[in-house]
């Protein structure tokens, strides 16, 4: 019985090539194929005999894709008309809207920060504003994707909302209007005569904007700078090098380019002196740095101008031209690979999401140093290649701690409800907290348990209760960005920052740039992070 069993499987099986025999006319000649013929071939066989239908245009979009998986390069895609838009607004950094960064808590979008000299600001947004109207349609439930596409639109027109804050429901009418994302999100002044800068992207004013943004911190009495370019995704190579030669001297290399075999490779040389040749100088780096990112980071370190301190980045050695097409869309594709001035390579493939976009957050693991390519600095320090820019001072931990991700696991889907708790919680010691640095209390933490077991979404307390130095810095965050805004709630983020303390210290002791590199016995230390 099993044998008949099996037998009549096996025939069932083979019914899709048995199931009639081809008519001459039918048959295909035995001549070769050429690529275009054979693709031609198979084409027509799946739009004439495929078991489910396919319009020409599907066939030949699935095609595309396919064509372009099979390069095994994830950075080179098909851009349709919507992602090619975002693109350019990347590049470009503007776009026409209401200026809100906002995020979803308890089903409501809630402000996060109005950007800075957009037209929310100037009507009086305020972080920590609940929208909950747009138009005459209730928010409720709405996506951060969905508050985005609508608030966006053309230059001048307008768009009505509800906004709750505390007790008041207040109405707002506001004109869209070009935004600016700026490359250099934050300036400040740390104390001992410390600047800082953070670039979070590669548009095409980062270069111009962070000359405006040192030249003033250094009127501020800056001697040493902090460039953190920690979840800096690259952007424009231009730019990159366009960074990197403010602080290099003219001639030196910063990144050479190596397209396919036979091509020559081109190589981009600082044409101008540095603008702030006596600034100690240190760059931050984390697993999202990437691409022009990389490229600023490896010069500086190959030529000793700075030292870099934190994870080993990303590891995106390659660059892309973007080609428009006739659809409306573009091709994205790779034309080079690149290397740091030393010759480093520091590409490895990364894992990418469903929209074919690499992942810049997958805790790439690092080569360890034993077996990296090791390269020598124009001062005579070790350096290394492999995958991404290795730091030469590294702070950071590749694992949450334990009691975090204990923590994490017992929420297990419900980790929005824990940030809605949080921010409640913030809410309500919004009109209390005196001052920036207040700390939080026992009893602030007990009301955000209160509220996770009203819910129904409480953890075990002592889970709760092993991870409190961690939730408690989360509430003393919060707490401070909704009552006192995004440039107090940073300070307070940087005396838990270990990566930046750290670099902070080494520029204290440092009168010169090459300073920086004298109180190291070698060239990587570990540096844990504080709980």
Same mark, same amino acid.
């Given at each position: 019985m099993a044998a008949a069993t099996f037998f009549v499987g096996l025939l069932s099986l083979g019914a899709w090539w048995a199931g009639r025999q081809l008519t001459a006319a039918e048959q295909p000649s035995r001549e070769p194929l050429g690529g275009a013929r054979l693709f031609d071939q198979v084409a027509a066989m799946i739009s004439q005999r495929y078991v489910d239908s396919l319009g020409a245009d599907e066939l030949y979009d699935k095609a595309v894709a396919g064509m372009l998986r099979e390069l095994g390069d994830p950075y080179t895609t098909y851009l349709a008309e919507d992602r090619l838009r975002r693109l350019n607004e990347q590049i470009s950094g503007t776009y026409a809207g209401i200026g809100l960064q906002i995020d979803i808590r308890d089903g409501w979008p809630v402000v996060l920060e109005p950007i800075n000299g957009g037209p929310s600001e100037r009507a009086g947004i305020l972080a920590g504003d609940r929208i909950v109207q747009i138009g005459k349609e209730s928010t409720r439930g709405w996506t951060r994707d969905e508050v985005s596409r609508v608030v966006r639109g053309p230059q001048g027109t307008a768009v009505n909302f509800l906004v709750e804050r505390g007790d008041q429901h207040i109405p707002f009418s506001i004109v869209r209007d070009k935004v600016h994302l700026r490359a250099v999100q934050r300036v400040a002044l740390l104390p001992n005569g410390v600047g800082y800068v953070d670039v979070n992207v590669f548009s095409a004013q980062t270069a111009d904007e962070l000359r405006m943004a040192v030249d003033s911190v250094v009127h501020l009495g800056a001697r040493a700078l902090v460039m953190d370019l920690r979840g800096n995704p690259g952007g424009l190579l231009e730019q990159g090098v366009a960074v990197a030669e403010l602080f290099l001297d003219r001639g030196q /290399?910063?990144? #050479?380019?190596?397209?396919?075999?036979?091509? =020559?490779?081109?190589?981009?040389?600082? /044409?101008?002196? #540095?603008?702030?040749?006596?600034?100690?100088? =240190?760059?931050?780096?984390?697993?999202? /740095?990437?691409?022009?990112?990389?490229?600023?980071?490896?010069?500086?370190?190959?030529?000793?101008?700075?030292?870099?301190?934190?994870?080993?980045?990303?590891?995106?050695g390659s660059a892309q031209n973007v080609y428009p097409l006739s659809s409306g869309g573009a091709l994205r594709l790779t034309i080079a690979r690149w290397y740091t001035p030393l010759g480093r390579g520091i590409n490895r493939a990364p894992s990418v999401d469903a929209d074919g976009e690499p992942e810049l957050d997958t805790g790439l693991v690092s080569l360890p140093d034993t077996i990296k390519p090791r390269y020598r600095t124009d001062a005579g320090r070790t350096v290394f290649g492999g995958g991404g820019i290795t730091p030469d001072v590294i702070v950071g931990d590749t694992v949450l701690p334990l009691p975090v991700q204990a923590l994490a696991r017992a929420m297990g889907k419900n980790l929005g409800a824990y940030r809605d708790a949080l921010a409640r919680q913030a809410q309500l010691e919004r009109r209390t907290i005196k001052s920036p640095g207040d700390p939080v209390t026992i009893e602030m933490l007990n009301s955000v348990y209160a509220e996770l077991e009203r819910r129904k979404v409480a953890p075990p307390r002592a889970v709760f209760d092993a991870a409190t130095p961690w939730v408690s810095r989360s509430l003393g965050y919060e707490m401070t960005r909704v009552a006192f805004g995004s440039e107090a709630e940073f300070l307070r983020r940087t005396q838990d920052d270990a990566a930046l303390q750290r670099a902070a210290s080494i520029l204290q002791a440092a009168r010169t740039p090459r300073d920086v590199f004298g109180n190291l016995e070698k060239p990587t230390v570990t540096v844990p992070v504080r709980p």
């Open positions: /290399s910063i990144v #050479q380019l190596r397209g396919r075999p036979g091509s =020559a490779s081109q190589t981009y040389t600082d /044409s101008m002196p #540095q603008r702030w040749p006596t600034l100690p100088l =240190a760059v931050l780096l984390d697993r999202s /740095s990437a691409s022009a990112s990389e490229i600023v980071a490896g010069a500086l370190q190959d030529h000793d101008r700075a030292i870099v301190v934190g994870m080993t980045s990303f590891g995106k």
